[in-house]
């Protein structure tokens, strides 16, 4: 058997290092065993999904020294390989479901299931669909249908006994179809869901390993079930361990820089973080650390990943990194990487200027751009005093920027001074007072040049990182703070 392994990430952000740590095993699966590695772009989600976030996903891969064999960049005997232009496809098979009687049609509104979750809810049942428009007879659906009401395409289940499912590390595992959902395969939109997208891709690809983390677990029955429905053999499945906070919980952005961006714009080596992404699941016989792609595809057996939760400790990650620099580069190598990062013409271009301006002699250049030739900046809590502002004031200014700048699709200055603006306006702070903090959290001082050129400049990993530090120097935002912070975030309205 030709083996064919897969990894189809939604450009719907920042590329994730949880994103690179599959891919990572997807592709070492593959080339260990001379197989073929696929890059799908799962981009149903249109309100969210980018062409930007697409190519940042392609390039940061390509970062870390993993290519794929089929893509959409490399096209494939299998293309398109962006779900939005397989729709045809999609329908296809969702009307062959219904056609079969495995899947039906639900016209419950959401209102009507926002009620019915709320209800399980008080009721402590789980929660799920009733099965509702199950009962409609043909005649009845023929009604709704010519009365324009939208519909999703659900999928059928069977109501009692349990699922048995086969795993590469956990082996048989079984689930009561009591605790699997009445799964959307269809949207109203006439896009699928990631079920049945994923199911028909894979099968249509030729997949023969799925290998993905684990939260995907209980969604096996349901792909199982529609293997079964369409009459095909489902991959091997293979589910990874989650990454994880220190805490122990699933790893975020809240607690934890999870951007690939962000540790290629810190300074981090794309092999310290591949190499690092793979001590995390799994480990060399000789129990050496520090080892490259090649090595690993060596040594490599997937028996050997560790299903305990694994920790994303950025300190282990920097110790690493600094092996990789004091080991493997030279003093011209390590001088190329400081001139590629930072001393190259083009990089310099975009705030030479603005030093060039505010220096009296050469040598104050250091000390006024320092902020743009470093990471994270070693900031006091004193610097962010404020003779109107309270700190909870500037805690909020900090966090509602953050969410605003978190969700920018087209980063420039123009549009990070408009979201900027529109925030001090509907909080009702002068633009100048509101602006205080993200100066000090940006460049480490309030006297700078344009605070949002420098957030331009900068890029938006480095610069929400700075706003996260700036406000866990401050003290941090409790869950139920943030919580009530959320809901007058979203009460503004903003666009």
């Known amino acids: 058997m030709s083996i064919c392994t897969r990894i189809a990430p939604s450009p719907t952000g ?105 209800q399980q809810k008080e009721n402590k049942e789980n929660t799920g669909y009733d099965g509702c428009c199950l009962k409609l007879t043909e005649q009845q659906i023929a009604e709704k249908q010519n009365q324009g009401l939208p519909f999703v395409v659900r999928m059928k289940k069977p109501e009692t006994g349990e699922c048995q499912i086969t795993d590469m590390l956990r082996g048989e595992i079984a689930i009561s179809w009591h605790n699997v959902d009445m799964q959307i395969l269809m949207k109203t939109d006439g896009l699928p869901t990631y079920h049945l997208a994923n199911v028909v891709d894979d099968h249509l ?94 040594c490599f057996d997937i028996s050997r990943i560790s299903l305990g939760g694994p920790i994303f400790d950025k300190e282990k990650l920097e110790w690493l990194n600094a092996r ?62 404020h003779k109107k502002l309270t700190t909870e004031q500037i805690k909020t200014i900090l966090q509602f920027s953050l969410w605003q700048l978190e969700t920018m699709s087209v980063w420039n200055r123009e549009n990070i001074l408009a979201v900027i603006k529109a925030l001090a306006t509907k909080l009702e702070i002068k633009l100048g007072e509101f602006n205080f903090p993200l100066f000090v959290a940006i460049a480490g001082t309030s006297d700078s040049w344009s605070v949002m050129d420098s957030i ?29 912070m959320q809901k007058q975030y979203e009460a503004l309205d903003l666009v």
């Open 14 to 118: 920042d590329p994730h290092v949880g994103t690179a740590y599959i891919a990572l095993f997807n592709w070492m699966f593959a080339r260990q065993q001379g197989g073929k590695f696929i890059l799908r772009i799962e981009d149903t989600d249109q309100l969210r999904s980018t062409k930007q976030a697409e190519i940042e996903i392609i390039n940061s891969l390509k970062w870390l020294g993993l290519d794929w064999d089929e893509g959409p960049d490399v096209g494939g005997e299998h293309g398109p390989y962006r779900q939005s232009e397989r729709k045809q496809i999609y329908q296809q098979h969702a009307d062959l479901l219904l056609k079969n009687n495995h899947a039906f049609k639900c016209f419950c509104t959401p209102e009507r299931l926002d009620t019915l979750r709320q």
């Open 205 to 298: 690809m030729g997949v023969t390993h799925i290998i993905r983390g684990e939260e995907w677990l209980n969604s096996a029955p349901k792909h199982k079930l529609l293997y079964e429905y369409f009459g095909w053999e489902m991959p091997e499945l293979c589910h990874m361990p989650l990454l994880r906070n220190p805490d122990k919980s699933k790893l975020s952005k809240r607690k934890n820089p999870t951007s690939i961006n962000y540790y290629r714009d810190m300074g981090f080596l794309p092999e310290a973080l591949i190499n690092y992404l793979a001590n995390l699941g799994w480990s060399m016989p000789n129990e050496e650390e520090k080892f490259t792609l090649e090595q690993m595809q060596q």
């Open 324 to 385: 990789w620099i004091r080991e493997n580069l030279t003093n011209e190598q390590f001088f190329a990487q400081l001139t590629a990062k930072y001393f190259n013409k083009e990089y310099l271009d975009k705030f030479l200027d603005f030093a060039k301006q505010r220096v009296n002699k050469i040598s104050d250049f250091g000390h006024i751009a320092n902020f743009m030739l470093v990471g994270d900046l070693k900031l006091q809590p004193e610097a962010f005093t």
């Open 456 to 484: 331009e400049i900068l890029g938006k990993a480095l610069a929400c990182s700075r706003l996260k530090n700036a406000i866990t120097l401050l003290g941090g935002i409790s869950k139920k703070s943030l919580k009530q």
